[in-house]
């Protein structure tokens, strides 16, 4: 059953770069044919997607946050990080990873999610 | 940018009774490629449907999706308690992109 756990700074201040990790477990990261996601969702609010990283390193961002939004994948320790530049309170939110189904190049469900984390943008 | 329109934003309804969820896209989906999440307060959302009518590992047989095109509809045939939550319907048949929501509640 693979597992995904989000880790990173609870409180970031207005203008700081966001720095996430995602640490996927029961599974490689490098192995079959996915993307790994970035979501997130403002209190009371809907689901963003921020972008998606393939195994081998190829990207899709979210047009909306491009310029911002940097996603990395490290395979030797299963893990996936989301950086977000010049943050503002509106990027306070909980922070979804998650496993996207969708083999290279195609777009499919979120089948595995972490319990995600809060991240407040605050001075 | 396909957007989607859940509608209705609240629906109140008793356990036992049936729901149903509609999900409208602004073009039509290719392949009916269209999820719904289910998604419950401090929780992480969780699949339920895939390919608009494809239920996902695990997903009780009292939800079902149909539809393609433009429209879509989640169905719970009979409300169970745990059932009243937050539901989302996801396309991604071009790019990817979220519905608003439909919170399901109790009346």
């Known amino acids: 059953q693979v597992q995904l756990q989000e880790s990173g700074p609870g409180l970031v201040k207005p203008s700081q770069t966001l720095s996430l990790t995602c640490t996927v477990s029961g599974g490689s990261i490098s192995s079959g044919s996915y993307y790994w996601s970035w979501i997130r969702q403002p209190a009371g609010k809907g689901l963003e997607w921020i972008g998606r990283i393939y195994t081998s390193g190829s990207t899709n961002y979210n047009p909306s946050l491009k310029g911002r939004v940097t996603i990395s994948v490290d395979t030797s320790k299963n893990q996936f990080s989301l950086k977000l530049s010049s943050v503002t309170a509106t990027d306070t939110a909980v922070y979804y990873c998650a496993r996207d189904a969708g083999s290279f190049l195609e777009w499919d469900r979120f089948d595995y999610w972490g319990q995600g984390t809060l991240v407040t943008v605050s001075s | 940018e396909i957007v989607l329109t859940q509608s209705p934003g609240t629906l109140s309804l008793s356990p036992g009774e049936r729901a149903t969820l509609s999900c409208r896209a602004s073009?039509?989906?290719?392949?009916?490629?269209l999820a719904w999440y289910q998604q419950k307060p401090g929780q992480a959302p969780r699949l339920l449907i895939y390919?608009?009518?494809s239920r996902a590992t695990g997903i009780p047989d009292r939800f079902s999706g149909s539809g393609s095109g433009t429209d879509f509809t989640l169905t719970i045939s009979r409300l169970e308690p745990e059932d009243f939550a937050v539901y989302y319907c996801?396309?991604?048949?071009?790019?990817?992109?979220f519905g608003q929501g439909t919170k399901v509640e109790i009346k």
């Open positions: 073009q039509s989906v290719s392949s009916s490629y």
């Open positions: 390919g608009a009518s």
């Open positions: 996801q396309q991604y048949g071009s790019s990817q992109t």
